[in-house]
């Protein structure tokens, strides 16, 4: 066998660019791809992002080179070995923290993979009015958290430092179940079409940040009065608070608000939810129990729910969230306006003269109904008298949330 050079990984590191040579290693092997950048089947964009590392991480996003014809290709482009004491340590996902983040399905567009942020692809969407599970648009800020159900405990927060703490099957059993068919809706939705106009910060969602399921699990407002909290609006702007399991770098959980008299509300259908269009809660959409806030930005529907509280208004939220994130002087979004989209035909579809059917959603955006959708100069979903807006410029903000202007398709018509 022949004898290779051996090499640390910080020399391996300084061969990132076509100049330079382009070096990557796998398992304690090193190689010179250069030559094979634009050969590429995915791209010499995609190769180079390996470039100087390890290829291990990249490829375990793309199964395709899971392949035996792709390491015989790579045993061509071999020219050194890691130096053992960088070869010891084998490269992987070891200490990825999105490692332990579920499967999902290929169908999903994604925009970011870590975290995970994706949407069905819009002919999907208005195939049926409840969303299956494995295509619901996932909106995650941090790794999914691993939950074991049988340890799993709900913290609640009552008056006077009283607090109650209640198992899942605690949940299931003392509360009756009740079901809601409820629609989230990120405030980021449709973002994509404002950064045309000026570029925005945030995950550029195109119109399927928005879905649809039947919730089923115990009611916000029966946990609540179990642990003894009462309606007190009257002195002052309560919120309820809900922190997630998942927590960034600093320990920070994931958390939002909204108010008591929401959350004491029966007609507001708060829920604890454990399950999901008759399934148990997927982990992406917060496995083993999560909010459900019917009518409001789904920003509030807290996943992986591990404690509910009261807090003054002044008693901020934790909250890890660009599009809902409480500046303290703008109020947070809570109700979102009026919203619709086509999703079928697609943007630069050939249609053939004539009549045409056009699919698409129509929202309401406070729990309430669509009266009708107007077509033509009123085009959009329309509730109470309330209309879409014409165009993106007049609603455009530096966040990219709550676009909701009419949704424009160009199509070609052929003869
Ligand atoms: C496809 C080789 C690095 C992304 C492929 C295929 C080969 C290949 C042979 C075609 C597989 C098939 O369809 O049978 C390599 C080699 C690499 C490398 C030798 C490094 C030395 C990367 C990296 C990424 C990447 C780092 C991503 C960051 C992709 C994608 C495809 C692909 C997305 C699918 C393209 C398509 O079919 O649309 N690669 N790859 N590759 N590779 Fe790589
Ligand atoms: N809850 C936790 N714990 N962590 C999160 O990242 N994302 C929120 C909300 N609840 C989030 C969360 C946002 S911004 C939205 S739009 C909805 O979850 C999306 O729910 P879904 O992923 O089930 O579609």
Redesign the pocket.
């Known amino acids: 066998a022949p004898q290779f050079p051996r090499y640390t990984r910080a020399e391996v590191a300084q061969h990132r660019t076509p100049k330079e040579r382009v070096w ?1 290693t ?1 398992g304690t092997e090193v ?1 010179d ?1 250069t030559d ?1 950048v634009e050969l ?4 010499p964009d ?5 470039a100087g590392g390890a ?1 291990e991480p ?2 375990a ?2 199964a ?2 899971g ?1 035996p ?2 390491l015989e ?2 045993r061509d ?1 071999k020219v050194g070995e890691l130096s053992p004491e960088d070869a010891a340590p084998p490269p992987g996902d070891t200490e990825d923290p999105f490692a332990g983040d579920p499967p999902r399905h290929p169908a999903l567009r994604v925009n970011s993979l870590k975290p995970f942020n994706a949407e069905p692809p819009p002919e999907l969407l208005t195939q049926s009015f409840l969303t299956p599970n494995e295509l619901f648009f996932t909106r995650n800020h941090l790794p999914v958290p691993a939950v074991e159900p049988g340890s799993y405990r709900l913290r609640v927060e009552g008056p006077g430092g009283r607090a109650l703490s209640l198992s899942l099957s605690e949940l299931r059993q003392r509360f009756p179940k009740h079901e809601v068919t409820a629609t989230l809706q990120c405030a980021g939705n449709r973002r994509s079409e404002m950064s045309r106009v000026r570029p925005v910060k945030g995950l550029p969602w195109d119109i399927g940040a928005i879905s649809t399921a039947r919730w089923g699990g115990a009611r916000l407002r029966d946990v609540l009065l179990a642990a003894g909290v009462g309606d007190h609006t009257g002195d002052g702007e309560w919120h309820v608070c809900f922190e997630g399991l998942d927590t960034d770098a600093s320990g920070t959980p994931y958390g939002a608000s909204i108010p008591l008299k929401r959350a004491l509300s029966a007609e507001a259908e708060v829920l604890l939810a454990y399950e999901m269009n008759g399934r148990e809660l997927p982990r992406d959409h917060g496995f083993p129990v999560r909010v459900v806030v019917p009518g409001v930005v789904g920003a509030r529907s807290v996943k992986w729910l591990r404690s509910v509280a009261q807090k003054d208004y002044k008693g901020f939220c934790p909250s890890v969230d660009w599009d809902s994130v409480d500046f303290g002087a703008a109020p947070a979004i809570q109700e979102l306006p009026v919203q619709s989209a086509i999703t079928e035909p697609r943007p630069g579809a050939a249609v053939p003269a004539g009549e045409l059917t056009v699919k698409g959603y129509a929202w309401s955006g406070g729990g309430r109904e669509v009266i009708r959708v107007s077509g033509g100069r009123r085009w959009g979903g329309e509730m109470r008298y309330n209309v879409q807006p014409d165009t993106v410029g007049p609603i455009w903000n530096l966040r990219g949330v709550l676009s909701n202007a009419w949704h424009r398709v160009p199509v070609t018509v052929t003869r």
Request: aromatic share 26%; proline share 4%; glycine share 8%.
């Open positions: 990557v796998y190689f791809v094979f590429h089947p995915g791209g995609k190769i180079l992002l390996a290829l990249f490829w996003l793309y395709v080179h392949q014809h792709v290709l790579l482009y």
